[in-house]
């Protein structure tokens, strides 16, 4: 099928450009009765949304309001498809004049144009961060079925140009502008992305998520394993180019001694599994880190090529992140919001007894 | 969808327990009128077979012989699905007695109790890595259509129980069993697994997946982006748990200057991006890494549960790999030949101009 | 998968309840660089809308203007997904206040309720026939794929309330309002439902469907036959209550050197087989029809239930058709369209040479 | 994706050639714990079974012996894919050769070489009836799931050669090779099919499929209504020109008032429904038809051509039935069954609260 959908019972398509009219996400599978209201939605919107200021935003300042066109009634879904819908008000479209025929690199414009022979130039079109807004709003949708389990994503900044975080503490997540859980990492990220903008240059990171509550046999074998669909759904966030689960690639590194993690009465004793085992949750957290590459949209002067094929001197204007970060992180939480609902969906149809609140009639 | 069918044109159902009467798959979608006969995929099996002997490598020697039941006719794919049949010969079940109420740490003998309520104990079942052969195989086939195209995809180990390759030698994967690119690591390699093995213990690496020849204009957007499906591929192999593309984790350090291939009129220089912008490959050679664990059925005691909850010490015997790597290798090069047969398939059903000889009529 | 999204290659959602604030259709997989404007939607959409007056019809009248949001760019589909948007603009709720707790007999009401725990009373919510407006718009870009091919897919009336057409006349068919291609049946047809409606009541009839153009190929045996489907698409549509191909029901009756088509070095002598053998098309022109019953909701008093189980007696008020046949000849027609268009890109992307101008780059 | 695969949930590839090595079927997503030999498989295959004789049979003679290959541990299914195969051992092959260059009118074979440019002419190849083994087999495993839910699928003989059943009489349905539950009317049928017999001919029928025991919600709108999924799943079956449901093409000549089944405290009077309203399940017994055409291989002398487009006269030599009903029955039963399978597990996934006894743990 077509890539725009993801999901199999909790099934979300996204559409809509950077610069067209709209854009927006059809969710089919949400199941019914839960209460549902736009508030909620735009809550989780708000977290990912540019104009909040700081060095590594772009000066695109945007409301993004969610409308819910369809599946409610009187603020609780009906089953039906709920139709997302979210408009473009301030799209400069004609700063993108110079791109139209012009590829920059590190951007899907030369692949776009390979694929289909035509591409809207603006903004980077479908191919743009905006998307993803569209998927934080059915993610916040999503986490209203995991609230009724009692399942909790947290997505945060565990490394961003260079600098890692060393301490965790939850609450203050939310306290910066580019969720670390570290308070003094933070404001040295913050420097490095100051540093990283003023060099007209951008930075790369590491987001990690965890999922807590989420109960023991979610995940298909052989090919729908929780980490295999878990690692594409965040490989499918454009500027993530790695994804590790548990121990990771530290596992690599390891001894089987080392690396299992014991099992005892009380549970297990180390998480080297991430929350997983042959694919399959085994009751314990999630924990998943993805590698996100830094913004190619730069200031300094790159080389490339247009689309006669020429070579040319490229310096991209417009407004710019001078790092991903504080984007990406809601959206890797929504993803792995998606995941585990559409999993929760798919294990009540395979005759797993997962139930909620107000789910049986 | 139940989660034991891979790709949507291309699509390979695998089936079967490790101690059942057999394994297979059956592969809907693969073009009429490709030259297919059981030697090319018995070759393809031969290759990750255990019983080549070697200190990695279970005592278990099958022959692993593949039958073709249907989808050719005298020597041709007939568009009908093509059914693959591999017999389980040599399965000493009794060897498993011990572990019937034992979940052994590390694999799936937990989550598949806790997911269905009853498992087949047997060799690890369906979590065994026997049923990986019916992956060999399927990518067999679907290297037939690449071989039209001129795709050839590459796979060999660049790290083993903390040995690293440092050349790259093509020629030299296939002369060791480790399908090491670089000699003299792969000597050290052997004395790595020799050394844990001994130890009765089992070591992890990393496997890196290269495809030459891969067209501009393959990948979805935006959930069927070619390197969220590439992940999503290669972490469905149990033993993974992390995958990168291009420079991966390490783009997450790098500046964007650093990052973004200039792209000049003969083409991209480097290739940080691993071959493919916004999840559509741009026409250079796709580079992946998967991250493997150590095989998590070592001779060494370790605590565990058994089926009532008691703590009991486990003692792995039977027949063991003390790395997972030699049979590895040929799984990531077989999902990736599939999810890249199933893009090619899904570029043409898109309307791209994708052909092979042959195949218009 | 949740049933509100049609096709596999060429992808149809759609969403929506008939008093919510809009309708729409997100289509993914439509190839790129096909022309599209709204214009061409809307005259799609103009053909199904009530309002045009005659005794079939009911009083409602909106204007359904269509609007793209995404996947068109100046003028041309880019290949990303299509997003069409019907705002409801005159929706009387209020009513439909009576109908809260009360199930219409022959309607979806009773069945929402036990399925869902919840629905949208207003205007039959999702059930209503509104939400055929978004399969036509969609049909309308269906076609404009089928275009390139030299694909044309008529429908038309063959039987309203008894009365059945015994002359075929291409030119007639846009003439009357019942789309029946004899004009002398027409004007009976037309008395017929005006005196039906005079009664309260309602009637049912039967549509035929053909498609000139088609080539042969299309349809996958076994499951994904192109009879098997096209029945499928024309019984999601809610009135109709039976489909058949070709002989359809007489072939029960017929004896096999009745039915076999003779094959001819000019192609088939008859076409009992409707233009498909074996579930694939044979090159000749397709035939389906399909059997549309009375609208259930009539102005005679009707016994049913109310929510608490209890007997009651119903009067349909509102607005509503006394047959169901001007709107659903469009729906049919654009069931049909995304069939085809759906299977041309399927027999693409099984490597079949379906090709169209302006596709091959 | 390729259509060799039926149902979402319940998912059905069916695989093999009519003179191929071997046909069967993988049913991935059933759910564990369920009791299943090769025994019941078996009982279902035994029902259509040719070789029992009477006129209507070919005197192809096959065990059809069933072997189960995954998916089931000491009696109980495992929740992993359940592989059936049926070797195909009595095919005499060249029985056949006549045909590898002809067209038989009414058959595959002319479209088969239209779509793939190549087939298997034997017996049909794919096409060849001999794959409904494979559907019959899996309706089986279907119909064990049914039993937890108290749900019984019958199918029987309506009409032959234009004989109609006038009385109905389950205890008759097995008593006759027909599968006809109306003993008089039976034998008047083998009469009609000994003479279509005798003239080198063949005759068609109506088959008829009731469900009983089936809960109100099954269904998913507005694509996957369950009245189009039986449609599609019966008219995917080679034969089958026509499917209606309920009243089906009577409701296209009946009124409102006439058509709608009154609800009262008692339940619906009346069924012209079918069981089925808006697409959902209402609780009521499920009524299709399905309208079958005569068997294209007839002994008399047909006008054909051959791969070069010259016309020739076809007798059709070989084992042919006179009658595709005997076979045909078991088919549409084992249809319906993996249709009712699917959309019960679709509805769990839904969040519908469908339970079998012993399916919460």
């Known amino acids: 099928m077509p890539g ?3 999901g199999q019972l909790f099934r979300v398509t996204t559409w809509g450009e950077s610069h067209g009219p709209a854009i927006g996400a059809v969710i089919d599978g949400c199941p019914p009765r839960l209460p549902l ?15 909040k200021g700081g060095p590594a935003e772009t000066a695109r300042s945007e409301p993004d309001r969610v409308e819910i066109l369809s ?9 039906t498809p709920i139709s997302l819908l979210i408009w473009n008000r301030d799209a400069r479209s004609e700063a993108y004049d110079a791109l139209r025929e012009v590829f920059r690199p590190g951007h899907g414009d030369i692949t776009y144009q390979a694929k289909y022979g035509i591409r809207d130039h603006r903004g980077g079109g479908r191919a743009s961060g905006r998307e993803t807004a569209a998927r934080v709003a059915a993610g916040a949708v999503a986490q209203v079925l995991l609230d009724r389990l009692g399942i909790r994503v947290t997505a945060y900044t565990v490394a961003l140009g260079g600098v890692r975080a060393r301490a965790f503490d939850p609450e203050a997540i939310e306290t910066n502008r580019l969720f670390c859980p570290d308070p003094e990492a933070a404001a040295r990220m913050e ?13 790369g990171g590491v987001v990690e998520v965890r999922a807590a509550g989420v109960p023991a046999g979610l995940g298909e074998p052989v090919f729908g394993k929780l980490d295999g669909e878990l690692a594409g759904a965040l490989m499918s966030i454009g500027a993530v180019k790695g994804v590790e689960i548990g ?12 690396h299992n993690d ?16 042959a694919g399959i949750s085994n009751g314990d957290e999630l924990v998943i880190r993805a590698a996100v590459k830094p913004i190619p949209s730069i200031a300094r002067p790159q080389r490339t090529v247009n689309l006669r094929g020429e070579a040319v001197e490229l310096r991209v204007g417009g407004r710019h992140d001078a790092s991903a970060i504080p984007r990406i992180v809601p959206v890797c939480q929504a993803m792995v919001r998606l995941v585990l609902a559409d999993h929760v969906l798919r294990a009540r149809g395979q005759g797993q007894a997962i139930d909620w609140p107000g789910e049986g009639r």
């Open 247 to 258: 121990a990771g690639f530290r596992a690599a590194e390891m001894t089987g001694s080392e």
């Open 191 to 203: 420097a490095r992305v100051a540093e990283a903008r003023a060099a007209g240059d951008s930075v």
């Open 262 to 277: 014991p099992i005892t009465p009380a549970g297990f004793e180390g998480n080297n599994a991430g929350g997983i085992l």
């Open 71 to 79: 599946g409610v009634f009187e603020g609780r879904t009906t089953g």
């Open 4 to 6: 725009n959908t993801f």
């Open 37 to 51: 209201t736009e508030a909620v939605v735009q809550a989780a919107l708000d977290l990912r949304r540019p104009g």
